[in-house]
């Protein structure tokens, strides 16, 4: 597997770079609600939805201006062999086809995961699927994830929806989730699946009815 390798000069270009690019492409950036109080000496783990090639760019950019703690994305390594940049901003690798890997990630993202300092942001349905898609199929592999650390891991649930309104760009919108202790998540998966797929419904009503607390770029 490939580790994450942080770099500070990385960083700061990334944060010039993301900006730019993200206004370019889209015109707002509406937050639904407000990132929810989470202790920080909790470790967290956020779970977005999968919509589009943008997601690695709305997360980390979400992660930096209301989070405030060190990223750390797992992407599959057929991918970040590909953009190998990514890995200089946390960016590291699950292999789902070597089964030697995926145990060798399993143990690097609970050592992530350990240190409340840290995010590490996994994308539970493993592929791009429409919003709209429903069943939606979450993998259960977050479990093994935050298996390590059950006490004290808080798994927060994002949704991201891509929206066109009466603009040539299309704006983002975000809602965050109900955060839920990993042994939730490790006990009784289905509460968490509930959760994950009611947020997008939510984030889904407040795009229709255009109720939005902010649009973080004014």
Not at 114 to 142: C, H, W
Not at 155 to 165: H, S
Not at 183 to 192: C, G, L, P, S, W
């Amino acid at each position: 597997m490939i580790k994450a390798g942080h770099k500070k000069w990385a960083r700061l270009l990334f944060d010039f770079y993301i900006k730019r690019e993200l206004k370019k492409h889209f015109s707002h950036f509406y937050l639904v609600n407000n990132y929810p109080q989470v202790n920080k000496e909790s470790p967290l783990v956020i779970t977005p939805n999968h919509i589009s090639w943008w997601d690695g760019f709305f997360i980390d950019y979400i992660c930096n201006k209301e989070v405030g703690r060190r990223i750390y994305v797992m992407m599959l390594e057929e991918q970040l062999r590909k953009y190998k940049f990514f890995r200089k901003l946390g960016a590291y690798s699950v292999n789902l086809g070597n089964g030697f890997s995926v145990k060798d990630t399993i143990l690097y993202t609970r050592e992530i995961v350990s240190d409340p300092a840290n995010v590490t942001v996994i994308y539970p349905q493993g592929e791009i699927e429409p919003f709209e898609k429903r069943p939606m199929v979450l993998k259960e592999g977050i479990k093994l994830f935050v298996k390590g650390n059950q006490g004290n891991v808080i798994v927060l649930p994002v949704g991201f929806k891509i929206q066109y309104y009466n603009e040539k760009k299309p704006a983002v919108i975000i809602r965050f989730g109900e955060p839920l202790k990993s042994e939730t998540v490790i006990n009784d998966f289905k509460v968490y699946e509930n959760k994950f797929t009611e947020n997008l419904d939510l984030l889904n009503n407040a795009a229709i009815n255009k109720n939005f607390i902010c649009d973080i770029w004014e």
